[in-house]
């Protein structure tokens, strides 16, 4: 019997491989969120990793306010960054393989082809930035584990894209989306499934790597939009505007469409296309 931590227990992706875990007999999860572990604190993670024996962590715990963090980035860098190397060192110190989420955001955008695994990240914000830094301590500080980063993720659980487009679709006759961001949404439940054929292949993580992950295809959020209002059956016009006619506070990358090759070929996945995958998440919305 192998165990499972799972830190970030109560956000979307945390919440997703809560449902996955029924299938997976063989395996004991343990679900933390801050009230019953906090990351950010070193003591209390050395006490815990004492408590408990784990084979695998999969850090889903993240500061993803991405507005909030520029003038939040002493939060952001805690979570984001310290908590990562906390976990790293408890993982190398007690024998066990970490799993830990990133970001799309980490690179620029200023490609014009997908972005693969090797090529440079220049973060633009603040969040961008911390999540980046978090990279870094986390390839500096483990022995076995691996970071998958993702993009536009959502899922029926908590605030997302695709909830605050159906709110609002309800609510009025037209809605204006940027349609200059390309990247490419992920639902939560797509990637949990990964990460759990991933941790059950027999496939041992040796070494440190990095991978990517997102749903398959290719969308603006002004793409997303228009899908999401037309499979869960909405009347609203959703009309396309450039970013810099809707300026926030945290500069975004224009293109963050990620290769996924590499994860692809390592572990025989077959990713969903992200149309596809949306239709059965709103589908779960609309049900609960």
Known sequence: MKNILVTGGNGQLGNELKKLSKN???????????????????????????SNKFDYVINCASYTAVDKAESEPE?????????????????????????????DFVFNGKSNKPYIESDKPDPLSVYADSKFTGEELFLDNIDN?????TSWM???FGGNFVKTIMKHAKDK????VVFDQVGTPTHAFDLADAI???????RKIQGRDIYHYSNEGVAGWYDFAV???????IQCDIKPIEAKDFPLPAERPHYSVM???KIKKDFGLEIPYWRISLHECIKRIVES
């Open 145 to 149: 584990g691996m970071i998958i980063r």
């Open 154 to 156: 959502y899922s029926e």
């Open 259 to 261: 290769n996924k090759a």
């Open 196 to 202: 759990m054929k991933i941790i059950s292949s027999g």
């Open 227 to 233: 899908a999401v209002v037309e499979l869960a059956g």
């Open 173 to 176: 006759d037209s809605l204006n």
């Open 75 to 103: 939060m952001a860098r805690k979570i984001n960054a310290e908590a990562v190397k906390i976990l790293a060192e408890a993982c190398n110190k007690h024998g066990c393989a970490m799993i830990h989420i990133s970001t």
């Open 24 to 50: 997976y007999g063989r395996f004991t999860f343990v679900f933390t969120d801050v009230e019953e572990l906090d990351i950010t604190r070193s003591k209390e993670v050395s006490d815990f990793f004492k």
